[in-house]
């Protein structure tokens, strides 16, 4: 079965460093991009940007640039996002989603169950 | 950037009814390069379509996509109680974004 299975909730205080993982299985992970989405609470879906695992070819939405940064461990098919200091308005849930391939090429196939993220002082 | 504005915010109708859903572009999508995913409570989104028209793998017939250019439409042709749910296009052109979704709830 193809799938992500993506890291347990995380609670930090405003300041505090962060890494959420993603692990691919059931496919050869390095033949698709990961991709992130951010939704915050009770509202819409907001595409983060893309990691190629098999050369860590990323793309950031122009409005995250800088804020968080992707990376990938081919080795152990698991895609990860990082910030290295939080805001509480990153408080969200934050979905990896593999990109499709062929017919699919862009689009978001196959996602990971999601991760919340909160930050509070 | 391309903005993505869904219409109606909520849809609110009965099972076995007809639910059409909006997209519309501030830009020509290329390529038709335009997607529908279902969210239902507290799931993560599910591809439904994609290239505008496009069943994905394991989707019902009963829906369907149509449009292209700027004007983009998902219909859900009878409602099943598992269709209640919130529905976002995205375009994947060369910076993708979301529509702000369409809420289908029971009348």
């Known amino acids: 079965e193809v799938q992500l299975v993506q890291s347990g909730a995380e609670v930090k205080k405003p300041g505090e460093s962060l890494k959420i993982s993603c692990k691919g299985s059931?496919?050869?992970?390095?033949?698709?991009?990961i991709g992130w989405v951010r939704q915050m609470p009770g509202k819409g879906l907001e595409w983060m940007g893309i990691?190629?695992?098999?050369?860590?070819?990323?793309r950031y939405s122009p409005s995250l640039q800088g804020q968080v940064t992707f990376s990938a461990d081919m080795s152990i098919n698991t895609a990860y996002v990082q910030w290295s200091s939080l805001k509480a308005s990153d408080t969200a849930m934050y979905y990896c989603?593999?990109?499709?391939?062929?017919?699919?090429?862009?689009?978001?196939?196959?996602w990971g169950q999601g991760t919340m993220v909160t930050v509070s002082s | 950037e391309i903005v993505l504005t869904q219409s109606p915010g909520t849809l609110s109708l009965s099972p076995g009814e007809r639910a059409t859903l909006s997209c519309r572009a501030s830009?020509?999508?290329?390529?038709?390069?335009l997607a529908w995913y279902q969210q239902r409570p507290d799931q993560a989104p599910k591809l439904l379509i994609y290239?505008?028209?496009s069943r994905a793998t394991g989707i019902p017939d009963r829906f369907s996509g149509s449009g292209s250019g700027t004007d983009f439409t998902l219909t859900i042709s009878r409602l099943e109680p598992e269709d209640f749910a919130v529905y976002y296009c995205?375009?994947?052109?060369?910076?993708?974004?979301f529509g702000g979704g369409t809420k289908v709830e029971i009348k």
């Open positions: 830009q020509r999508v290329s390529s038709s390069y």
């Open positions: 059931g496919y050869r992970f390095t033949d698709y991009w």
């Open positions: 290239a505008a028209s």
């Open positions: 989603a593999r990109r499709g391939g062929g017919r699919e090429e862009g689009t978001f196939d196959i």
């Open positions: 990691i190629n695992p098999d050369d860590s070819d990323t």
């Open positions: 995205q375009q994947y052109g060369s910076s993708p974004t």
